[in-house]
């Protein structure tokens, strides 16, 4: 307020100056413009009173109460059953008429057949000693040979021989075995049906490790082509396969039926597998 009064002040004091000089100076304006100019200056030497404005106070509104739901009945709805699908329409089956097959119009070639007699005599003469051979070599013996390995491989120095027993016999004989592998020597079960069918059992009896065979006497009796390697010497009660002893077992029905024979049968083994 103090800076607004001495700039006011400072304005009339060079408006009076002004005035002053008047009488001195020419004046260049109308009458009515220094009446103007002096009813401005005056009004512009008073004090304007600053007016408060009065602060609105913020009116709050009562905010209306939500409107309860009104649960109305749900419309009822009648449903009816789907309808039941059109019968499909059978259309008749299509005649297909097959065409004759197409026969030759010429005759067929004639098989010339050729011996080769010509090719013969010059292979007679320039390597006589390698023959020919009308019909392919049987590869029998070859193929032993070839499989000679597995059979070596399923032998062991005790090799108890099974063959289609039923499943009570075959786990006596596991037993048999463990026992024997336990306490007497190395003994497993050996499949005799693949070594009967591949024709194997010079390749079997010719393992070097292998000692002795049990087999039940009906097993043996099955078997033709180990059958041909079995050999019975009644004096000095001995049985063979090959060169390989031979320790028969009776019908394992009979262990089954009666558990304590086991134990003879323990002891006929431990006595020749020990002798």
């Known amino acids: 307020?103090?800076?607004?009064?001495?700039?006011?002040?400072?304005?009339?004091?060079?408006?009076?100056?002004?005035?002053?000089?008047?009488?001195?100076?020419?004046?260049?304006?109308?009458?009515?413009?220094?009446?103007?100019?002096?009813?401005?200056?005056?009004?512009?030497?008073?004090?304007?009173?600053?007016?408060?404005?009065?602060?609105?106070?913020?009116?709050?509104?009562?905010?209306?109460?939500?409107?309860?739901?009104?649960?109305a009945p749900p419309p009822s709805v009648d449903i009816q059953p789907p309808a039941a699908p059109p019968a499909p329409i059978k259309m008749p089956a299509p005649k297909i008429e097959l065409e004759a097959p197409l026969q030759p119009s010429f005759a067929p070639l004639p098989i010339l057949e050729d011996s080769f007699a010509d090719l013969r005599k010059i292979w007679a003469k320039i390597n006589p000693s390698a023959p020919l051979f009308d019909t392919l070599p049987d590869d029998e013996t070859a193929k032993k040979i070839a499989s000679r390995w597995k059979t070596k491989n399923a032998a062991a120095e005790i090799s108890i021989l099974s063959y289609h027993e039923p499943p009570a016999q075959k786990a006596l004989l596991e037993e048999i075995a463990k026992a024997v592998n336990i306490l007497l020597g190395p003994a497993q079960i050996v499949a005799a049906?693949?070594?009967?069918?591949?024709?194997?059992?010079?390749?079997?009896?010719?393992?070097?490790?292998?000692?002795?065979?049990?087999?039940?006497?009906?097993?043996?009796?099955?078997?033709?082509?180990?059958?041909?390697?079995?050999?019975?010497?009644?004096?000095?009660?001995?049985?063979?396969?090959?060169?390989?002893?031979?320790?028969?077992?009776?019908?394992?029905?009979l262990y089954l039926k009666d558990p304590l024979l086991k134990r003879s049968l323990w002891k006929a083994l431990c006595q020749t597998l020990c002798s």
């Not at 009116?59 to 409107?67: N, R, S």
């Not at 009967?196 to 059992?201: A, T």
């Not at 009906?218 to 390697?229: K, P």
């Open 1 to 71: 307020m103090l800076s607004i009064q001495s700039e006011v002040g400072k304005l009339i004091q060079g408006v009076l100056e002004l005035l002053d000089e008047e009488k001195r100076l020419p004046i260049l304006a109308s009458k009515e413009d220094c009446d103007a100019f002096r009813l401005w200056a005056s009004q512009a030497a008073k004090p304007k009173p600053v007016e408060e404005k009065p602060v609105a106070k913020p009116v709050l509104k009562e905010e209306p109460p939500a409107p309860k739901p009104v649960y």
């Open 193 to 253: 049906e693949p070594i009967e069918k591949e024709k194997q059992w010079e390749a079997f009896l010719a393992v070097p490790h292998l000692k002795l065979t049990i087999a039940c006497d009906y097993t043996l009796w099955q078997l033709g082509g180990l059958m041909q390697h079995y050999k019975e010497t009644p004096s000095q009660g001995t049985r063979h396969l090959g060169s390989i002893p031979v320790f028969l077992l009776p019908d394992l029905s």
